[in-house]
């Protein structure tokens, strides 16, 4: 490609990244090498620095530099609520929200037979732990709504049954939706929930 | 975003890079942070490798390591012909076409008024010196088929009148291009140019 080693080889592992194809690997290569001091180094340095610091919180799962997570430390957060969602990605996505006051639980995946993906490789057992230990009364079940995410709420719904309050994200049309670009699914879901005015 | 700071500069930083936006810098860092040890070292390694030795070659312009890079130094290429381009990515798109056989002169950009961007930004006098030390006999511009572009080539055209064979690369339909998507231009410089079976 560059007619250089080290410049293809960096254009090749950019490429890799999701998102990423091999035309945008090549721009953003050339966009940090014209950027060294300003984007390239720093870049860089912060690679290495997540690299060496970063880990899933021992509790919940979340990625920090910490043990234990900012979130599951911070006392207001200890509101009896644990929202439990399949991965990190996730948990950022509801903490933009900005509307959940509680902890979290990161599963790291879903129930899945044709993967061979039981309870024990999903932090379930952690979960049903916490529910005494943290003095949970209230668990959100914020999984996503694809066949695995549904089958993993039903198992941790029957672990938890009777023990705490179980409930989950409603369905219906987004906000800003066009019912002409809603799929059959969603909509009957939303009129099935449909609310009284 | 992570409740992270280096987790969320990190994402940042990825987040400017040309081709990605917020959503797909998450996905490449949470991407990289679960294989770190295969892709988030090694890719924060070759940064750092790249940023300590890239540079411009002193003679074409094109990307390397080396003060004079691979191209400029074979012997194999020194065929009389030079390709002018705007800038380093577009040497590797005619190195990728792997039909050139010649060395490269990277401009580094196009004449503009409006930027106030003249001939002594552009390496155009290295261009011109190169002609009688390369004992180069065909400069061959392939330029960007923008205002710009052409007002540039029309400049360094003037610059070699009658001391060099003077091509550009033809304007015409594209291999697996399809008519009723091309613009008017295009099919007026095809039909101009067309070929006699």
């Known amino acids: 490609m560059s007619s250089n080693r080290d410049i293809d080889a960096l254009i090749d592992m950019m490429a890799r990244l999701p998102g990423l194809g091999p035309r945008s690997a090549r721009r953003a290569v050339l966009h940090l090498i014209a950027k060294r001091e300003m984007q390239l180094m720093p870049l860089a340095d912060?690679?290495?620095?997540?690299?060496?610091?970063?880990?899933?919180?021992?509790?919940?799962?979340?990625?920090?530099?910490?043990?234990?997570?900012?979130?599951?430390?911070?006392?207001?957060?200890?509101?009896?609520?644990?929202?439990?969602?399949?991965?990190?990605?996730?948990?950022?996505?509801?903490?933009?929200?900005?509307?959940?006051?509680?902890?979290?639980?990161?599963?790291?995946?879903?129930?899945?037979?044709?993967?061979?993906?039981?309870?024990?490789?999903?932090?379930i057992p952690q979960l049903v732990n916490r529910i005494d230990a943290e003095s949970v009364t209230e668990v959100i079940l914020a999984l996503n709504a694809t066949v695995d995410g549904q089958t993993t709420a039903h198992y941790i719904a029957d672990q938890l049954e009777g023990r705490v309050?179980?409930?989950?994200?409603?369905?219906?049309?987004?906000?800003?939706?066009?019912?002409?670009?809603?799929?059959?699914g969603t909509i009957s879901a939303a009129l099935a929930a449909r609310k009284h005015l």
Not at 70 to 88: H, M, P, T, W, Y
Not at 99 to 112: D, E, I, Q
């Open 46 to 123: 912060l690679m290495h620095k997540v690299a060496a610091t970063a880990r899933e919180c021992l509790n919940c799962g979340n990625l920090g530099t910490t043990d234990i997570c900012d979130i599951c430390l911070s006392e207001k957060r200890a509101n009896g609520q644990i929202c439990v969602v399949e991965d990190v990605a996730d948990l950022w996505a509801m903490e933009r929200g900005h509307a959940f006051k509680g902890r979290y639980h990161v599963l790291g995946g879903t129930l899945s037979a044709l993967d061979q993906i039981g309870p024990e490789d999903l932090r």
């Open 165 to 184: 309050t179980l409930s989950s994200l409603a369905q219906g049309v987004p906000i800003g939706g066009e019912l002409d670009y809603l799929d059959d």
